[in-house]
């Protein structure tokens, strides 16, 4: 049955309604739609659905113009774009429609095809989108560093001011951003007076519009700003400029649609592309910006986008307008930025959007041929000038990735959108090749100190230097490793690793610190008492403290290394099958890194017999797992001192032949209770979880009791007492269980598999293995230091 959770209770639609349900962020939804609660035409929506129809009328028109595409192409994109994308795409709250970051790549297209052929173009993209989709493509397709990305759309967006701007000086555009920038010298020596008059106008009711003071400021933003700055715009020029060139519709029955395309086939496969790339990261960006900001709406809850989805549904949406003969389209930050703040709720604003639209393009047509071309200009140059957010280059300038940001933009602006692609994706492999061939390591000593320095990334490239610093270094020596750097790969991490283990060996002392001093791998509260009154509060404390310490000091270490595994799949060498006990930490005790060992831990290291009453297929799952699908090389059980399992049964054991001597006297009393923890008033103990569990021990109590078989033995002494005894004899019977196991039984006749036993001694801090493989002898030998 899906989960539910208790949302808005006012009426809106079910994205946001009290029985939404519920699936991971950017995730598949975990049920259907609810389509006959899915659009509620609340108050909210409605308003919003118009507020949203007012900015995109004039956002349309004036992407038109600057595309160089048919007028009506505009507003067929935006009724299209709002009603199907609406109905099928994965974010409830965008609203899609003509883009300005697809205005560039549509311009050029349509100069070296065409109208007709463009809108083949964009069928392609959409089925491609659809494809992609269909693929669960979408969150690979965010994974492209965020520098080239806002990079992108940052060239697109001058590229788009310096074309507008001819047109708000009353020129035309030139084919390139290029032409269009050395254009503008000549373009100011010949400025028409009436175009940079209605542009200027516009452009400062935009500016100017967010920023009115006082109640009349609040009454006069329910007007949006763009609806506000072509209206003046329109008004003025009826007055001061009625010659003005202006907003030309024609008759629909003149309308194009697609044909065939012509040309070369590498270019418009190179087309295609770039407009389904534009068009996918333009739109998946802002379905996550989108998500942020209705998140952050007092009682905002619901299901966030599913990408995928919103992907075909921007697949289909392009499919539908290129057929009809409309402009590409994309998910537009702008417009949905204002459907969340005039406080949509859910796909019933985002449709109605798309039918307000459709009306307009069949019956107000008088109306918007009133709008001067020059006002639409100054609007999308505004758009264009926007892209370039000064937030991201802030962003990217801190996480050094200007380079690439800026390689973006200037490959965008000369060359076009795919070249400066290419240059940003050459620019940061170049400089993420640098970072990791840099590294700078040092050697000095401070008051009987050694002090070793590392900045930079520690690859296998820094590792012969890093070996010769450290073998400068004496034997014994006190020596403190700082490392200054975001990444490690396993060459170094061995090098470091291994030198330390042979100083400490050799009587010396060494710490790994970070560049602040902190130590490595040591998390801050590890020493930090808990009481047990204080244990609910201070534990998540110390939780949080301790995952605080892993992402400062040891993330960054083990980072890149992770990414690999994650890349590459787990290959472990080996499954270490050991006790939950919680002083035991395996890759400590082995020495081991990330994706080593596969470890299935329970209590008592339990292997349960194939087919044994009671048993649990989950240990049996994990051997099969890791000896047929992982194939490792060989299976280590790790018995422990003081085991709790094992004293629970050696107690068990002890009382229950007390209770059988008791229940034979002339003397015993049979109401008693003998049994541990809640009886039944017969001496026979509850069946739990644990006690049924502990049965699978029965086989190693018995074993140990037995005269067929020979004590086990730490090399050199007697086992301490009985359950030091019964814990090394578990280790012996459980590598015995494992041999049942048709898995594990195969493996060994082929040679392929080894087992191991293994006791460790946690007072001790000492390391014991089982000898005489493959056939046991019942003798653990110390593990000495190297």
Not at 381 to 407: C, D, K, P, T, W
Request: glycine residues 12%.
């Amino acid at each position: 049955m899906p989960a539910y959770v208790p949302t808005r209770t006012d009426n809106t639609d079910s994205d946001f309604s009290p029985t939404a349900r519920v699936h991971p962020p950017h995730g598949p939804p975990q049920g259907g739609d609810g389509h006959r609660s899915r659009f509620p035409i609340s108050g909210a929506n409605l308003s919003a659905s118009i507020t949203v129809f007012l900015i995109a009328v004039p956002m349309s028109l004036g992407l038109a113009v600057a595309i160089g595409a048919p007028l009506e192409a505009g507003l067929l994109a935006a009724a299209v774009g709002g009603i199907v994308a609406g109905l099928l795409g994965g974010s409830a709250l965008q609203v899609t429609g003509p883009s300005a970051g697809l205005t560039v790549v549509t311009a050029g297209l349509i100069q070296d095809y065409g109208w007709r052929t463009t809108c083949a173009i964009t069928v392609g993209a959409g089925l491609l989108q659809l494809v992609l989709g269909s693929l669960r493509a979408a969150r690979s397709a965010l994974a492209v560093s965020p520098a080239i990305v806002h990079g992108t759309l940052a060239g697109i967006g001058v590229a788009i001011a310096l074309a507008q701007l001819h047109i708000v000086l009353g020129g035309t555009p030139q084919s390139s951003a290029v032409a269009n920038a050395l254009a503008l010298p000549g373009q100011f020596a010949r400025v028409a007076p009436a175009a940079p008059l209605i542009g200027g106008l516009t452009i400062a009711v935009l500016v100017l519009w967010p920023r009115i003071p006082g109640r009349t400021g609040r009454a006069l933003r329910r007007i949006p700003a763009a609806l506000a700055s072509v209206a003046a715009a329109t008004a003025l020029a009826a007055v001061a400029a009625p010659g003005i060139a202006r907003v030309d519709l024609p008759s629909w029955r003149a309308h194009a649609l697609p044909e065939l395309p012509h040309g070369p086939v590498l270019g418009l496969l190179g087309a295609v592309f770039t407009v389904m790339l534009v068009a996918s990261l333009e739109s998946l960006l802002s379905a996550v910006a989108v998500d942020k900001l209705a998140a952050d709406r007092p009682g905002a809850a619901g299901r966030r986008a599913d990408l995928d989805r919103e992907l075909r549904g921007q697949g289909v949406a392009n499919t539908v307008s290129g057929l009809l003969g409309g402009l590409p389209v994309s998910g537009g930050a702008v417009r949905g930025t204002a459907n969340v703040r005039a406080g949509a709720t859910g796909r019933a604003s985002t449709v109605l959007h798309g039918v307000w639209m459709l009306i307009a393009a069949g019956l107000l047509v008088g109306v918007l041929e009133w709008m001067p071309l020059a006002a639409l200009a100054a609007l999308v140059m505004v758009v264009g000038l926007q892209m370039v957010s000064y937030a991201h280059i802030r962003n990217v300038h801190r996480h050094r990735e200007f380079l690439a940001y800026g390689a973006t933009v200037a490959g965008v602006v000369g060359f076009g959108v795919l070249e400066g692609v290419a240059a940003g994706i050459a620019v940061a492999v170049g400089v993420a090749l640098h970072r990791l061939a840099r590294t700078r390591i040092t050697l000095h000593e401070d008051g009987g100190r050694h002090r070793l320095k590392a900045r930079g990334q520690l690859t296998f490239l820094a590792v012969p230097r890093l070996s010769r610093t450290l073998g400068q270094i004496p034997s014994g020596a006190t020596a403190v490793v700082e490392l200054d750097g975001s990444f490690m790969d396993h060459a170094a991490y061995e090098t470091l690793q291994h030198w330390r283990e042979a100083h400490v060996a050799q009587g010396g002392t060494v710490e790994v610190t970070g560049r602040d001093g902190s130590r490595i791998a040591v998390p801050a509260s590890a020493a930090a008492p808990v009481t047990e009154a204080a244990s609910g509060k201070a534990g998540s404390r110390q939780l949080a403290s301790g995952l605080r310490s892993f992402q400062r000091d040891t993330a960054p270490l083990v980072r890149g290394e992770l990414a690999r595994l994650a890349r590459e799949g787990q290959r472990p060498s080996q499954l270490f099958l050991t006790c939950a006990d919680s002083r035991l930490v395996t890759s400590m005790i082995t020495s081991s890194g990330p994706g080593d060992l596969f470890t299935v831990r329970n209590v008592g290291n339990f292997v349960p017999l194939p087919g044994a009453e009671g048993s649990d297929d989950s240990v049996a799952a994990a051997i099969e797992y890791a000896v047929d699908i992982l194939r490792v090389d060989s299976i280590t059980v790790c018995g422990h001192s003081g085991c709790g399992a094992m004293t629970a049964l050696v107690n068990d054991s002890a009382r229950t032949s007390t209770q059988t001597e008791a229940e034979t006297s002339p003397d015993a009393d049979t109401t008693a209770d003998t049994s541990t923890g809640t009886g039944t008033g017969t001496g026979t103990p509850v069946d739990t979880p644990l006690r049924r569990w502990l049965r699978h021990g029965q086989p190693s109590l018995d074993r140990m009791l037995s005269r067929h078989h020979s004590w086990a033995r730490i090399s050199g002494r007697m086992p301490a007492d009985a359950v030091e005894q019964l814990c090394l004899t578990n280790v012996i019977q459980q590598l015995e269980h494992l041999r049942a196991h048709a898995s594990v039984a195969r493996r060994l006749a082929e040679g392929t598999l080894e087992l191991h036993g293994m006791y460790f001694h946690v007072g001790e801090a000492q390391a014991y293995l089982l000898t005489g493989a493959p056939e046991p002898d019942g003798v653990f030998a110390q593990v000495a230091p190297a």
